[in-house]
């Protein structure tokens, strides 16, 4: 028996990367699967190819930082498999901005996305679940970013932050309703956002002489986006029962080192 045969997960940014990835783990798994992003072509794309490998799966075309589009994607996605169980809040951002002379314009649209996108589609989905009797499971993916600073990166930095704390209330909140609510916190994963100014960081000399050579990432490499869905599909499974507004970093042992 697969562990989500008969249910429906809504993967936000789920048309590339780590969302991709998890979308493709939960429909390997037996799932039905909504994809929400802003770009039509990659996310018709991604659907499709999760169709062709044998899965159900929708787009469905939408800006997580806009309620009403967060709102209208989640009835789309109950309108065509009928629930939704599981919420993967994935979608996020990054340009790097400088604090000090940055415009309110430039940081915010990032700590919109990736806060007020996790307190719209989890609101908005807990609604659904609580009212239709659902005993859900919320998965937010965060980053090792949400505690440690790094210049040019304090919207992502503290909008990140921002989740964990929402992890924990949310948590706290929508337990009663037998909802959990918890988080992974990756570190460096190859994936489309590891590209900066048209390279990939995880490529350059810097990277691979700090990360990896001299091991400040312990296990000496980047994660893959199927290691951080695999997490993501455990702590949204049975499996994972007892365990409730949990951030779990998933960054081969970057954070426990300085
Ligand atoms: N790659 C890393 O090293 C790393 C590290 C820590 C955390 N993360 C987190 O993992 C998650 C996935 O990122 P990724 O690395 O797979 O990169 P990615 O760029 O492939 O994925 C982000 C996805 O979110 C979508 N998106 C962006 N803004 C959106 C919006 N307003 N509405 C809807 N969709 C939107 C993008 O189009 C993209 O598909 C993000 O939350 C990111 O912060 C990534």
Redesign the pocket.
């Known amino acids: 028996m697969k562990r989500f045969q008969g249910k429906t997960v809504f993967v936000?940014?789920?048309?590339?990367?780590?969302?991709?990835?998890t979308a493709r783990r939960f429909a390997e798994e037996g799932a039905s699967v909504a994809i929400?992003?802003?770009?039509a072509s990659?996310?018709e794309q991604a659907a499709h190819e999760l169709r062709a490998a044998g899965g159900r799966a929708i787009f469905t075309k939408?800006?997580?930082?806009?309620e009403e589009?967060v709102v209208r994607c989640v009835r789309e996605a109950i309108d065509v498999f009928g629930r939704i169980d599981i919420l993967v809040?994935?979608?996020?951002?990054?340009v790097p901005v400088d604090f000090v002379a940055a415009d309110t314009d430039e940081w915010k649209p990032v700590f919109?996305?990736?806060a007020f996108?996790t307190y719209y589609c989890t609101r908005t989905v807990a609604r659904h679940m609580i009212e239709a009797g659902i005993r859900g499971s919320i998965v937010n993916?965060?980053?090792?970013?949400a505690y440690r600073a790094l210049p040019a990166s304090s919207h992502?930095n503290a909008a990140?932050g921002a989740m964990d704390q929402l992890t924990r209330c949310t948590a706290v909140e929508l337990a009663p309703y037998g909802i959990r609510v918890n988080a992974v916190?990756?570190?460096?994963?190859?994936?489309?956002?590891?590209v900066v100014d048209g390279e990939n960081e995880?490529e350059t000399d810097w990277f691979k002489d700090i990360y990896v050579e001299r091991r400040k990432i312990p296990q000496a490499r980047?994660?893959r986006?199927e290691e951080?869905a695999s997490v993501i599909a455990f702590l949204a499974s049975d499996d994972a029962a007892y365990v409730c507004g949990a951030t779990i970093p998933v960054?081969g042992g970057l954070s426990v080192t300085f």
């Not at 936000?12 to 990835?21: E, L, P, V, W, Y």
């Not at 939408?62 to 806009?66: E, I, L, P, T």
């Not at 916190?185 to 590891?194: H, L, R, W």
């Open positions: 936000t940014g789920g048309a590339t990367g780590i969302g991709f990835a929400m992003g802003r770009r990659v996310g939408g800006d997580v930082a806009r589009d809040n994935n979608a996020a951002m990054s919109d996305v990736i996108g993916v965060s980053s090792i970013n992502y990140k916190n990756p570190g460096f994963v190859d994936t489309p956002m590891s995880l980047p994660g986006p951080i960054d």
